[in-house]
């Protein structure tokens, strides 16, 4: 019986792309955007394994005409809202890192800073992956619009969109905790 190949694919394919070298050029982006997304900093190491897996999948769906960042972005909020939706159906409560060193302030004055930085967390952890990355690219990390939008192929008027969507989004749950 002889075989035949499927008329749909052609003959000659495009060299496969080299995820070593992707990962190379991409691994701190990645790790970057996982921790900006969400991600626990415990679980950081096997959801960035888990991209470079994918990244493998669909090795031969990238097309090397666009830029490699946009595309590791596009995985890493895939893989993000999957980590979240596993968190939340097994309601896991993650915990803060542990303090490194005991603090040498009163301890109302350390348990009210705690209770803040939990609060500031959990508010940012109910932002969408999206608005929560560009508001703390923005915000925490002090880029600016026109590098986040280079950096993850999006348009500016979207960064600055998300970015709006996020502070308005972090200001009416900060008034609605003063009630």
């Not at 809202?81 to 109302?108: F, I, K, Q, V």
């Not at 008027?157 to 502070?167: I, K, P, Q």
Request: aromatic residues 6%.
């Amino acid at each position: 019986m002889a075989r035949t190949l499927p008329t749909d694919r052609p003959l000659l394919a495009a060299p496969a792309l080299d995820v070593e070298s992707v990962y190379d050029a991409t691994a701190d982006f990645a790790w970057r955007s996982l921790h900006r997304l969400g991600v626990d900093d415990r679980d950081l190491p096997d959801l960035l394994q888990e991209v470079y897996v994918v990244v493998h999948r669909r090795r031969d769906d990238y097309d090397p005409s666009r830029p490699l960042h946009p595309w590791i972005w596009g995985i890493c909020v895939g893989l993000t809202r999957n980590y979240r939706r596993r968190a939340a159906r097994s309601r896991e409560r993650l915990m803060g890192a542990l303090p490194e060193r005991a603090s040498l302030d009163r301890p109302d004055t350390d348990l009210e800073r705690r209770r803040r930085r939990e609060r500031g967390a959990r508010l940012l952890e109910a932002l969408e992956p999206e608005k929560r990355a560009v508001f703390i690219m923005f915000e925490v990390e002090g880029m600016s619009g026109r590098q986040i939008a280079e950096l993850l192929g999006l348009p500016l008027g979207t960064v600055h969109s998300r970015l709006h969507a996020a502070r308005r989004e972090l200001a009416a749950a900060l008034e609605e905790g003063e009630r």
